[in-house]
């Protein structure tokens, strides 16, 4: 089957750094994405990896491993708006979204 | 200069009423999607339209009904609705092919939250 796992929460401090990891098996690949949710909110388009490294957008970056079926988000410099919901997708062979569950970041002053 | 609109953005209802939610996108795009995400926030993928031809139907009760009158609307109609149809119901849309690419970043609507009482 299809799975998309991805840590349920973390916590991190104001100013920090934070990596939410996302590992994936799909049949076939066409790309990942990165989105982000606020509660109550739509997710919004963060990032989209199809070849493999560091794709770099301001305060944000994604990193692929096509390889090890492996990817994450980094975020720097946490400001306390960033407290959401990061969720990871995948696009199969048949170019559809396979969603993990999201991980809940949690900002602290 | 709402991208991805839908409507109602709140229902509450009885079990057995037949309901339905509209979304509509100004992007031009070609594929139009409906997600459910329940309370554990898992989306699940429920219909797409591409062109007014459905390309993708999970294994969803034949109570919902997606209906797109053209390439900009998609709406999804519920009958007997059910206690277990709670959830925020959101609508998407993506390019499909542009330019010979294949450019599939999904744009959100705001979300239907529907309460099944």
């Known amino acids: 089957g299809q799975n998309i796992d991805q840590p349920t929460e973390m916590t991190a401090t104001e100013g920090a750094i934070v990596q939410i990891n996302c590992t994936y098996q799909?049949?076939?690949?066409?790309?990942l994405f990165w989105y982000q949710q606020h509660a109550g909110e739509a997710p919004t388009f963060l990032s989209y990896n199809v070849l493999d490294g560091l794709e770099e957008k301001g305060r944000f970056s994604s990193f692929l491993s096509r390889s090890k079926g492996y990817s994450y988000l980094l975020l720097k410099e946490l400001q306390m708006k960033d407290s959401a919901s990061y969720l990871c997708a995948v696009m199969d062979s048949n170019y559809q979204l396979i969603w993990g569950a999201g991980t809940k970041l949690i900002i602290k002053p | 200069d709402t991208a991805v609109s839908q409507t109602p953005k709140y229902l509450v209802t009885q079990m057995g009423n037949d309901k339905s939610i509209k979304c509509e996108q100004n992007l031009g795009h070609d594929t139009m999607y409906w997600y459910k995400q329940d309370s554990k926030k898992f989306l699940k993928i429920m219909f797409s339209?591409?062109?007014?031809?459905?390309?993708i139907n999970e294994t969803v009760p034949n109570r919902f009904s997606p209906k797109s009158p053209d390439k900009a609307h998609l709406n999804l109609h519920i009958n007997s609705l059910e206690l277990g149809d709670s959830a925020v119901y959101f609508c998407?849309?993506?390019?499909?092919?542009?330019?010979?690419?294949?450019?599939?970043?999904?744009?959100f609507g705001p979300g239907t939250r529907l309460l099944v009482l």
């Open positions: 799909t049949s076939g690949f066409n790309g």
């Open positions: 998407a849309s993506s390019q499909g092919v542009m330019a010979g690419e294949v450019v599939e970043t999904q744009y």
């Open positions: 339209y591409n062109n007014k031809e459905l390309i």
